[in-house]
């Protein structure tokens, strides 16, 4: 009897240990390090989704990579949607601060990136909630950089930061 | 010998790993004392005051009108600023001081708050730059540490309600 309950004693006390190893380990290294999601809805089409409603991709979400807030034009990132707080979206960077982009269906034809923002939009003109709706958006809102899809199998890649030619700023900051 | 030390090593940068984990979970989620820096929040808060921000009631959606919040700031990521939520969403707001004779309103829109300083006449908040999303809000202050004569829960807004039309 004595045994037994030393057996169990031993046993709660590793298995407080490790649960007070594992826990923060793992929320900080998902938090700051990495992490995978599942992309919902059609905004992304064809980058992500490409079959509509039957598939959704799953991708890999890299924290490290903006831990500074540095995104690059053509970038696929996710970001806590300004509309929604409890909710991320998945866009892609069309301009940084300073640029000037030409919008589509937003209330100013021109809009002026401000200072310590980005425009996304998504790759679905017209089935996206974007900053064509929302104007631009926050870089402390910025969560990650998609760089991968890593499920469906067949689908596994690397994403590629390309910026479609027509959505280039019609004045880039550097200029 | 070298195995001894080796293991030594790995134990020390175990430890660390581990404490800098549980850290950064509670800065994170559970709350850290900051201080505060600049003079936009004062009486309330003085500059160099030091605070307890809970970073909980940002994740169960608890922030209330009168609240004083740790956000981000929406021109530079990097920089925090400390305010007080006026409004939030669907909140009707001056968006000029009163004191001027045309007044104007706009509508807090959905996901925003509309954050000012306690020190009207020199803080840089929603008045100019307008709401901020939700998202940016990092944590909620409410009590002071230091001075020791200021010790304790935090004072509601010396301005009194100038917001709300509702």
Redesign the interface.
Known sequence: MAQSQGWVKRYVKAFCKGF??A???A???L??VACVARVEGASMQPSLNPGGSQSSDVVLLNHWKVR??EVQRGDIVSL???????QKIIKRVIALEGDIVKTIGHKNRYVKV????IWVEGDHHGHSFDSNAFGP??????HAHATHILWPPERWQKLESVLPPERLPVQSAEE | MLRGILGKTFRLVGYTIQYGCIAHCAFEYVGGVVMCSGPSMEPTIQNSDIVFAENLSRHFHGIQRGDIVIAKSPSDPKSNICKRVIGLEGDKMLTKSPSEFFKSHSYVPTGHVWLEGDNLQNSTDSRYYGPIPYGLIRGRIFFKIWPLSDFGFLRGSPNGHRSSDE
């Not at chain 1, 401000?114 to 923002?117: C, D, V």
């Open positions: 007070f190893v826990v923060p380990v929320v900080t290294f938090d700051r500074n807030f806590v949607s300004p509309k929604n707080p409890g401000p200072r310590g923002h958006v926050s870089l402390g809102l910025l």
